[in-house]
């Protein structure tokens, strides 16, 4: 689905206004009808409805008048099906918490993502969190509580109080990944071992920044959520502590995603700051990818529509971010998949053929 400028460059307005690192730039009032529900769907597409609906709460509080001039009949039905998407945010978000509370005093875990990243918003409940994803400290096994969905080398799923928790084994698709075995032994040792269920500054952005790479290169994609969470903890970090920063950098150097890194920061800089963006090279690409509505599918849950993605679609993300080619690293994740479905287990120990 192609994306009317005017309605993305609106909702970056939006965004920019909830998370408080920019104005409107964009003319809302010049917006059509058709442009506010491309705007709707979008955000909803990109995992920031409730994130934009702040924005503009933020803008009618600011500036009534405008109000008058853009809420017309078409944005006035929109907004009850929008506050429906931020209504289902909030109460997903409190599920989440709830089940990560009871989850943790029945072993030790800390919480990836989610509603970790979520306290940096300044409306924690509206950063979308469907899923809880944690990570084991200690080997867990799951008792009547859980209903197990599915059982693999990463990670166990199963629903915990109508939640559906991803209680990872490992922090990473290490076996898809060139360097896989460093990459996740680097990541448990910057994790550590955290008081509570909440991991480093540090780790933070390290994890975000791999997990990112996985998505954009292996898994179809990734989203302006992703942008929004990778802001709001790298700018903090280089902020608070500037070595480290650069360290997160450095280490993402040794995985061969520094350069991948570096384009999604100038990517976020334009969509959550504003910043500029040249219109012609792999930044412009990854923002288009970004926007596109295309079906994602993940390749480790067995869609052979992610092989051709990675064989035929995603050749040019390859050429600029990647140390192999898309061939060979589509021979490493058709080799992993197999593994998975032949030999099947549940074991934490790392591998060795990465």
């Given amino acids: 689905m192609k994306i009317n400028p005017s309605s993305s460059s609106a909702l970056f307005s939006l965004l920019r206004l909830a998370l408080g690192t920019g104005g409107c730039e964009a003319d809302l009032r010049g917006l059509s009808d058709g442009g506010w529900r491309e705007l709707v769907v979008l955000a909803s597409a990109q995992g920031v409805a409730a994130i934009a609906f702040d924005g503009l709460q933020k803008l009618y509080d600011a500036e009534p008048e405008l109000a008058l001039g853009i809420d017309g009949n078409a944005l006035s039905m929109l907004r009850y099906e929008w506050l429906g998407s931020v209504l289902k945010t909030e109460s997903d ?113 390290l994890f975000l920044a791999v997990h990112s790479y996985v998505h954009f290169m292996l898994e179809g994609g990734i989203t302006l959520r992703h942008l929004c969470d990778w802001m709001l903890v790298f700018d903090d970090l280089k902020k608070e502590n500037p070595k480290e920063g650069e360290r997160v950098l450095e280490i993402l150097g040794r995985f061969g995603m520094r350069e991948f890194t570096e384009s999604m920061t100038r990517v976020t800089g334009y969509v959550c700051t504003g910043e500029p963006l040249q219109l012609g090279g792999t930044d412009r690409r990854m923002l288009d990818d970004i926007l596109s509505l295309g079906d994602r599918k993940h390749f480790a849950d067995g869609h052979l529509d992610a092989a051709f993605d990675i064989l035929f679609r995603s050749g040019w993300k390859f050429k600029a971010f990647a140390r192999e080619s898309n061939v060979a690293c589509l021979v490493r994740c058709v080799l992993g998949w197999l593994r998975l479905r032949i030999f099947s287990r549940s074991s934490r120990e790392i591998g060795t053929s990465a």
Avoid at 95 to 115: R, S, Y
Avoid at 118 to 135: E, G, I, N, T, W
Avoid at 162 to 170: A, N, P, R, T
């Fill in 93 to 205: 978000y409190a599920a989440n918490v709830c089940a990560a509370e009871a989850l943790a005093k029945k072993t030790p875990l800390v919480v990836l993502k989610g509603i970790s990243v979520a306290r940096k918003y300044p409306v924690p409940s509206h950063r979308q969190s469907v899923d809880l994803d944690v990570y084991g400290l200690r080997d867990f096994v799951p008792d009547d509580e859980c209903r197990i969905v599915r059982d693999d080398y990463k990670h166990t799923a199963f629903r915990f109080r109508e939640v559906m928790v991803e209680y990872h084994k490992s922090l990473t698709v290490w076996r898809s990944l060139k360097g896989g075995r460093e990459i996740e032994q680097t990541l448990r040792e910057e994790l550590g071992a955290p008081e509570g269920m909440f991991a480093g500054e540090e780790f933070n952005a």
